[in-house]
């Protein structure tokens, strides 16, 4: 899986004052889960980044390893989560997850189709109504993408998660869930009522 290196710094303001300045300053307050613990478990640690560095992560449709350079120390996280304003969409909190080699994480990885379906060639429409699918691993297994091969997808067909397997990765996403169908289409539609006159 491809890796990213964004620069933060560690936040040493805190309340609602402190987070507006910084966001007026173009800075976005954000949190890493699992570096440092506690009797209690993990504990978080707060940073700030720019919301320019950030960007690199955020406006992509490729799913990164983060390493996270706070003043000089490198951690390895995931994005768990993006909270945004919803009128002017500009991120305005971060959740990152610290990983390592040896415990499985959950992350989101997009799905790609690949191949010329037999339904699509017989007049069909292929859809894909998934775009990420959730798998849990080890970081150092994660594929940039979900490769699924669709060349055996007939007219009015559909492949749900169930269907899929990948080595080394769990598939979190429901078995249920419809990740791509090719549909008929009003040619399709034409075509197959003739074929019956």
């Known amino acids: 899986m491809k890796e990213i290196t964004l620069n933060a710094q560690a936040r040493t303001e805190f309340g609602k004052k402190a987070s507006r300045d910084l966001r007026r300053a173009g800075m976005v307050p954000a949190v890493v889960y699992g570096v440092e613990k506690n009797e209690n478990g993990p504990i978080a640690k707060s940073i700030v980044i720019s919301e320019k560095e950030l960007a690199k992560l955020l406006y992509t449709p490729n799913v990164y390893i983060v390493n996270l350079n706070i003043e ?30 040896d415990k499985p994480v959950v992350i989101e990885i997009p799905v790609k189709l690949n191949g010329l ?48 397997n990948y080595e080394g990765l769990e598939i979190i996403t429901s078995k249920e869930v419809v990740v791509c169908a090719v549909r008929m289409t009003r040619a399709a539609r034409a075509a197959a009522a003739n074929a019956e006159k």
């Open 72 to 101: 000089g120390t490198t951690i390895k996280a995931i994005l768990k989560d993006l909270q945004s304003d919803f009128v002017t969409d500009h991120p305005v909190h971060v959740d990152f997850y610290q990983i390592t080699e």
């Open 117 to 164: 379906a037999e339904g699509v060639k017989a007049g069909g429409k292929l859809a894909l109504n998934v775009r990420k699918l959730a798998v849990k691993a080890l970081y150092t297994q994660f594929p940039d993408t979900l490769d699924i091969d669709v060349t055996s997808l007939g007219l009015g067909k559909s492949m749900k998660v169930a269907a899929l």
